[in-house]
């Protein structure tokens, strides 16, 4: 039940780009992403609802392709302080809320 | 940051006893998550509360239950630990259904021996 993330890690240079994507057996009908520091708790960046409609963050960005049922988030020009697990989260029916396995990012100077 | 507290945050026991989570919530939010996280495999939904007394199960329910007699508390029972019950483990709310994020809590690291 779990949507699938890749890559499972990057490791970027300061400045580099960086795209990690999520998709799912089953339809989507909104997408959230969420970023972990190491020993803190998941952090909400962004929701992204069918339609197109995006709400969340300044400098990182999504899409969401609800045929292909895939989202992606957009990291660019790195900074230090992305670095961290990102998950994808979404609800395959009103209730349950499912986590993607998480892409581990490495941001070095 | 959303009033959302974990108790205990670490926690050592041994195998087969039973042990009890706590999740606390200030927010009045309707929907309360447990997740397990483990290396390589992500968040793994345990169990979840749509209201009081309404629950259902998650992709990893087997050898937990939860309870939810009051909005604000939710709680995960390892019934009889097991090792491989070692992990840490988040609560999450959520105030609504599709377009509401969800709020986390610390985490608990609990270590079965």
């Known amino acids: 039940q779990q949507p699938v993330q890749s890559p499972q890690a990057v490791i970027l240079r300061e400045g580099e780009d960086a795209v990690i994507n999520c998709s799912s057996s089953k339809a989507l009908y909104s997408v959230h992403w969420y970023r972990q520091k190491h020993g803190e708790a998941p952090v909400f960046l962004m929701i992204l609802l069918k339609g197109g409609e995006q709400k969340g963050h300044e400098k990182i960005s999504a899409s969401f392709n609800e045929k292909k049922q895939q989202s992606s988030l957009y990291l660019t020009a790195s900074q230090l302080s992305y670095s961290g697990t990102y998950f994808c989260g979404t609800s395959y029916n009103f209730n349950k809320f499912y986590f993607g396995s998480g892409t581990k990012l490495n941001v070095k100077p | 940051d959303a009033g959302i507290t974990q108790s205990p945050r670490h926690k050592v026991t041994e195998t087969g006893t039973p042990v009890t989570l706590r999740c606390h919530q200030t927010?009045?939010?309707?929907?309360m998550y447990w997740y397990r996280q483990d290396p390589g495999h992500g968040l793994r939904l345990i169990h979840y509360s749509y209201g009081v007394k309404d629950t259902d199960k998650g992709e990893v329910s087997d050898g937990y239950s939860v309870s939810r007699s009051k909005t604000e508390d939710f709680l995960l029972t390892l019934e009889s630990a097991t090792s491989s019950q070692t992990s840490v483990y988040f609560c999450?709310?959520?105030?609504?259904?599709?377009?509401?994020?969800?709020?986390f809590g610390q985490g608990t690291r609990l270590t079965v021996v």
């Open positions: 927010e009045n939010h309707r929907y």
């Open positions: 999450a709310i959520r105030r609504g259904q599709m377009n509401t994020e969800a709020f």
